[in-house]
C-alpha cells in the first residue's frame, strides 16, 4: 500500500480548473455561453470572463493559491511566466483578494527580453498575453508557492506573433476548415469541427545528481562534451523495457502523481534503448492541450528528478555512442463527433474518407518534406538526423504492407481489396490465439503510419511539438484544400475522389517506404527517388526562405513572411549562441579540469621514472607511458588553441547565417578534435586523478 491506493481518480485533474469543476462553480448562463465560445460560435463575452476569472480565484485560492500568472511559450521554447498576487489593498490598510475578467483575458508582460528576430527593439517593449481558453487553466505547486496558471499566447503591441502557441492555434483553424469542406463534399455534413490530436512520446535520460554536479558541460549545455566510450553501452540490448531499478520505479511513481495532478494523463513508462534512458508518453490530446502538457510534462520531468536526486536530461544527444533522445509526435485528425479521420476500418479500400485524408497526409508530407524537415532543425537534433543514429534526416512515410497493397492499387485504377491480418498461431495450446495486425511496424520511419495515426519519429526530445504540429497542420490543410476545390466543382463526388487519389498514389508513391530506413542502401535509393536529404541544421534552416514555404504558411494565415523569417532569425542565432556556449564550456573545462589532471598524472609517472631508476630497477613502462600522456597533452594543447582562433574568428561574423556556418564547419571539426585527445587521455591517466565522472559511471550507478 502506498499514499495513491484507490486515489487516482481522485487525484486526476485535481489541480486543473476543468468542465466538471466549471459546471459546478459556474452560473448556468455564464457556462453556456463559454461552452459556445470554446465551441467556436461566439466571441468571449466580457460578463462572462469576469465571473469566471471570479470563480477561478475562489477555486484556486482554496487550493492555498495567492498568485496568478498568464503562461506562454515565448521563441526561446521553453515556457514563461510572470506571477501577480490576488491581493488588491483596501483605503483602511487591509486587503481583499481580487481577479478580473480583464486581468484573465490579456496580460502586458515587457517583450523587450524575448527573443523575437529583430521583430521589436527594446524601445519597442510592449507585449501582449491573451487567454488561450481552449486549454484549461490550472493550480501548480512549485514548494510552497501556489499559484494559478492561465495557459496563453503571446503577441507583439502590432499583433505579430511572438510565441509558439499563436500559429499552432492559427493551424488548427485553417485544418478544421479544409478538413471540413473535404469531408462536407464527400458527403458528411454532420460534423462541425476538426481537431488534430497529439500523444507525445517524451525521452529522457536520469543520471545521478552528483555526477551532474561534477560536470560543468552536463550542468551549463545538457549534454557531455567529453567522455570516452563506457566498455559497455547499450550492445546486449537489455536496458530495452527491462525491469524498472526501484530508485527509477519511485522516481516515475511521483512524476506520474505530480502529472495526474495537472490533469496530463501520464500512460505509458518503461526503460528506452540507451543505458539510464526511460520513455513517458500520455493518452493523446487535442494538440494544443498536447503542447501545453508537454512543456508541463517536461518541466516536472526536471522537478521531480531533482527531488530523487537525479538529473533528468531532456537534450538530443547527451552521451556520444549511444542512442539520442527523441519525441514521437503521434498525430491524426478527429471530428467533434468523434470519428477519426485516420481509421482505416475493417475494409480501409472501401472506406472513402480515409483514403482522401490517407493520400492528403501523404501528398503533403511528400510536398513539403522539407519543411517538415525544418521544424525539426536544432543543434541538439543535428546529432541524431543525419548523424549515424536513426531517424535519418530523409523524409519517407511507412504505410505497412496492407496500406501499401491499397496505395498500389490506386494508383492502378482504384482500391478493391484489403489484406487481412488474421489469427497469430504461437504454437502453443495454453496460449490465445492472437488477431494479428494487418501491419507489422517498422522503428525506423521517420513518418509512419501506425494504425490510425502517423507517429513523427523526427522531433527532438527537447523541442517544443508546437512546430511540428503546426507545419504537419498546414501542409494538410493545403493539401485538403486543394481536393476540396476540386470536389466542390464536380456532380460526380466519387468519381472525382478516385480520381484525386489515384493521382496522389501515383505521384507521391516515393516516399512511400517500409525497409530498414538506417542502411547506406536507403540513401542511396533515396537519392535515386529525388527525396531531399538535408542533414545539416543550418542547411535546413535555410529553406525557411524558400518561397513555397513561406506561401503556405502566409496563405493558411499560420505565419506572415515577417513572422517567419523572424523566426528563421531567431534559429539561426540560437543555434550559433548553443555553440558558442558549448566551445566555451570545452575551452573552460579542457584547461582547468582535463589539462591539469593529465598533467598531474604525467608529473606523477616522470616522478615514478626517476625513483625507479634510482633504486636500479627498469621503468621501460613508465617511460612509455609517460611519452604517451605528454603527447596526447601537446596534442590537447595545440586543439584548445585551435578552437579558441576558431570560435573568436566566428564570433566576428556579423551575419547570422554566414556565422552559423562558421559555427558549423569550422568550430565544431575544432571541437571534435579537441574532444578526441581528451577522451583518449581519458583512456590512460589514472582514474584518481580524473576530474570528471565517465560514462560507466553515470549510465550504470543507481
Ligand atoms: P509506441 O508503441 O509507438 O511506443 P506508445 O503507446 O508509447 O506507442 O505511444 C503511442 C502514443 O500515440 C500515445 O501517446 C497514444 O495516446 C497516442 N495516440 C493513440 N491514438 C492517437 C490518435 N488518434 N491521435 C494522436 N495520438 C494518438
Ligand atoms: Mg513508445
Known amino acids: 500500500m502506498n499514499e495513491t491506493s484507490g486515489k487516482v481518480t481522485e487525484m486526476f485533474g485535481s489541480n486543473v480548473f476543468s468542465d466538471a469543476v466549471m459546471r459546478v462553480r459556474l452560473p448556468k448562463n455564464a457556462y453556456k455561453s463559454f461552452k459556445r465560445t470554446l465551441d467556436g460560435l461566439e466571441p468571449l463575452d466580457p460578463a462572462v470572463a ?29 515556457t514563461a511566466e510572470k506571477h501577480d498576487s490576488f491581493i488588491s489593498p483596501t483605503p483602511d490598510g487591509r486587503t481583499i483578494m481580487e481577479f478580473s475578467g480583464k486581468e484573465l483575458i490579456k496580460g502586458e508582460p515587457d517583450a523587450s527580453s524575448f527573443p523575437s528576430g529583430g521583430l521589436r527593439a527594446t524601445f519597442e517593449a510592449r507585449g501582449y498575453t491573451a487567454w488561450d481558453c481552449t486549454s484549461p487553466v490550472f493550480v501548480k505547486e512549485d514548494g510552497k508557492n501556489i499559484t494559478l496558471y492561465i495557459p496563453c499566447a503571446f503577441c507583439s503591441y502590432t499583433g505579430v506573433a511572438l510565441d509558439k502557441k499563436t500559429p499552432l492555434l492559427r493551424s488548427m483553424d485553417a485544418l478544421s476548415t479544409q478538413a471540413l469542406r473535404v469531408l462536407h463534399a464527400l458527403g458528411n455534413t454532420a460534423s462541425r469541427r476538426v481537431t488534430s490530436t497529439l500523444g507525445a512520446e517524451q525521452e529522457y535520460f536520469l543520471v545521478d545528481s552528483s555526477f551532474y554536479r561534477k560536470r560543468l558541460d552536463l550542468m551549463l549545455t545538457g549534454r ?20 524498472l531499478h526501484e530508485r527509477v520505479a519511485t522516481f516515475m511513481h511521483e512524476l506520474n502523481l505530480e502529472l495526474w495532478k495537472l490533469g496530463v494523463s501520464a500512460k505509458t513508462q518503461h526503460n528506452e534503448v540507451a543505458p539510464a534512458q526511460y520513455e513517458i508518453a500520455p493518452v493523446f490530446a487535442t494538440v494544443n492541450v498536447a503542447t501545453d502538457h508537454n512543456q508541463l510534462t517536461m518541466e516536472t520531468l526536471r522537478k521531480v528528478a531533482l527531488r530523487n536526486n537525479f538529473c533528468c536530461l531532456l537534450h538530443e544527444k547527451p552521451f556520444a555512442g549511444v542512442n539520442g533522445s527523441g519525441k514521437h509526435n503521434n498525430w491524426s485528425m478527429v471530428t467533434d463527433d468523434g470519428m477519426n479521420l485516420l481509421e482505416p476500418g475493417s475494409t480501409p479500400h472501401e472506406n472513402m474518407i480515409f483514403l482522401v485524408m490517407l493520400c492528403a497526409v501523404v501528398r503533403a508530407v511528400d510536398k ?25 534526416a530523409i523524409v519517407s512515410v511507412f504505410l505497412g504492407e496492407q496500406l501499401t497493397d491499397i496505395f498500389d492499387q490506386l494508383a492502378n485504377g482504384g482500391a478493391k481489396s484489403s489484406t487481412c491480418g488474421g489469427d497469430l498461431k504461437l504454437g502453443v495450446s495454453a496460449l490465445p490465439s492472437l488477431p494479428k495486425d494487418s501491419t507489422d511496424r517498422n522503428r525506423t520511419s521517420p513518418f509512419a503510419f501506425t494504425g490510425n495515426k502517423f507517429e513523427f519519429r523526427m522531433v527532438g526530445s527537447s523541442q517544443s511539438t508546437s512546430g511540428p504540429c503546426f507545419v504537419l497542420n498546414t501542409i494538410v490543410a493545403d493539401v485538403l484544400e486543394e481536393i476540396a476545390d476540386e470536389l466542390e466543382k464536380t456532380s ?3 468519381g472525382t475522389a478516385q ?58 494565415k499560420v505565419l506572415s513572411k515577417t513572422e517567419l523569417h523572424a523566426r528563421a532569425e531567431i534559429l539561426f542565432e540560437n543555434y550559433s549562441k548553443l555553440l558558442h556556449i558549448e566551445s566555451l564550456t570545452m575551452l573552460n573545462m ?3 579540469q582535463i589539462l591539469p589532471a593529465a598533467s598531474q598524472y604525467a608529473g606523477a609517472l616522470a616522478a615514478s621514472v626517476q625513483s625507479v631508476m634510482a633504486a636500479g630497477a627498469t621503468s621501460v613502462g ?18 584548445v588553441e585551435d578552437l579558441e582562433k576558431m570560435v573568436n574568428k566566428t564570433e566576428e561574423i556579423g551575419n547570422s547565417i554566414k556565422q552559423a556556418e562558421s559555427y558549423r564547419d569550422q568550430v565544431i571539426p575544432a571541437m571534435a578534435a579537441l574532444r578526441q585527445s581528451a577522451d583518449e587521455l581519458e583512456k590512460i591517466v589514472d582514474a584518481q586523478l580524473w576530474p570528471l565522472p ?8 543507481k
Not at 63 to 74: D, E, L, V
Not at 232 to 237: A, D, P, T
Not at 694 to 701: H, I, L, R, S
Open 50 to 78: 469576469d465571473v469566471m476569472a471570479n470563480a477561478m480565484k475562489d477555486w484556486a485560492i482554496e487550493k492555498g493559491a495567492t498568485h496568478f500568472c498568464h503562461w506562454f511559450q515565448p521563441m526561446t521554447g521553453l
Open 224 to 243: 557531455t562534451l567529453f567522455g570516452a566510450p563506457s566498455p559497455r553501452g547499450q550492445e546486449l540490448e537489455d536496458h530495452y523495457f527491462g525491469s
Open 499 to 556: 480520381k484525386i487519389t489515384r493521382r496522389i498514389a501515383k505521384e507521391h508513391r516515393r516516399i512511400v517506404y517500409n525497409g530498414d530506413n538506417y542502411t547506406r542502401e536507403w540513401v542511396a535509393e533515396a537519392e535515386k527517388r529525388g527525396l531531399p536529404n538535408i542533414r545539416s541544421t543550418v542547411d535546413s534552416l535555410k529553406t525557411l526562405f524558400d518561397k513555397e514555404n513561406v506561401e503556405v504558411l502566409k496563405k493558411h
Open 492 to 494: 460526380d463526388v466519387k
Open 590 to 592: 579542457a584547461r582547468r
Open 368 to 392: 513539403y518534406a522539407i519543411l517538415l524537415r525544418a521544424s525539426v532543425a536544432n543543434a541538439g537534433n543535428e546529432h541524431r538526423l543525419g548523424a549515424n543514429e536513426a531517424p535519418p
Open 622 to 639: 613508465q617511460s612509455k607511458m609517460l611519452v604517451k600522456v605528454c603527447e596526447l597533452i601537446n596534442q590537447m594543447n595545440g586543439n
Open 694 to 701: 565517465a560514462y560507466a559511471e553515470m549510465f550504470f550507478v
